[in-house]
């Protein structure tokens, strides 16, 4: 089955720095990607909506000048969470539809501010 | 605004036994369903899909959908210690894939050995 990869799977910084976040998508190409948070105990919410080659669409509460995303090919979105407080630290994880239309998941990324 | 409800749990079901889970939705135009399970630290993965009233069944899984009531639910028959992990139940309200999903908070289940 079509597989997509993210990376890092885990990382720790301090409050303050950037820190960037891979989607791809290994064997199909993702027009449309998806960016979701998962605070513990909690479920997937959905950030924004990635489109290839145009601005990435966010949800109501989400602040596009902090949580930067760019899809800037068929098969890669990035996730730049931009001076990151404690407050961020969450799991990330992002999705993408293939051709028929099937959602597949990354594998997510653990953020720690610290 | 657009709600999925589920029980969170934990719910206990013995090995061999049927678990079932149960999620409803507040907006009457949804148009697809689905099913994923979540391993603890892991990303969710896909169970099932369901878009019209009634059962479908794959494997040890049926899902079973209710619009009327607004209502759908997941049955493990058989059910294996390997089931054990949280369960999320997704809405969609567009009528063409999966596109926009609205997550239940999820429903932890427990296959006792």
């Known amino acids: 089955g079509a597989v997509v990869s993210q990376h890092p799977s885990w990382v720790i910084c301090k409050s303050g720095t950037s820190v960037k976040i891979e989607c791809r998508s290994l064997?199909?190409?993702?027009?449309?990607m998806f960016w979701y948070r998962q605070f513990p105990k909690q479920s997937l919410m959905l950030m924004a909506t990635?489109?290839?080659?145009?601005?990435?669409?966010?949800e109501q509460g989400v602040e596009k000048d902090k949580f930067l995303i760019n899809h800037a090919s068929l098969t890669l979105s990035t996730l730049t969470v931009t001076s990151a407080h404690p407050e961020d630290s969450s799991f990330y994880i992002c999705?993408?539809?293939?051709?028929?239309?099937?959602?597949?998941f990354g594998e997510g990324s653990r953020l720690t501010v610290l | 605004q657009k709600e999925v409800e589920q029980n969170s749990g934990p719910l206990s079901v013995p090995e061999g036994a049927i678990a079932s889970l149960n999620c409803t939705y507040s907006?009457?135009?949804?148009?697809?369903f689905f099913w994923y399970r979540q391993y603890s630290g892991k990303s969710p993965e896909l169970i099932m899909f369901?878009?019209?009233?009634g059962d479908k069944e794959d494997g040890r899984f049926t899902a079973q959908l209710n619009k009327a009531s607004q209502y759908v639910s997941l049955l493990i028959r058989d059910s294996q210690p390997s089931d054990s992990a949280t369960y999320l139940c997704?809405?969609?309200?567009?009528?063409?894939?999966?596109?926009?999903?609205?997550f239940g908070t999820g429903t932890r289940l427990t296959i006792i050995p």
């Open positions: 064997d199909f190409q993702a027009t449309t």
């Open positions: 990635s489109n290839e080659g145009s601005k990435a669409t966010y």
């Open positions: 997704a809405v969609n309200s567009s009528p063409f894939g999966n596109e926009k999903l609205t």
């Open positions: 907006d009457r135009g949804s148009q697809s």
């Open positions: 999705s993408a539809r293939d051709a028929t239309g099937e959602l597949f």
């Open positions: 369901i878009y019209s009233n």
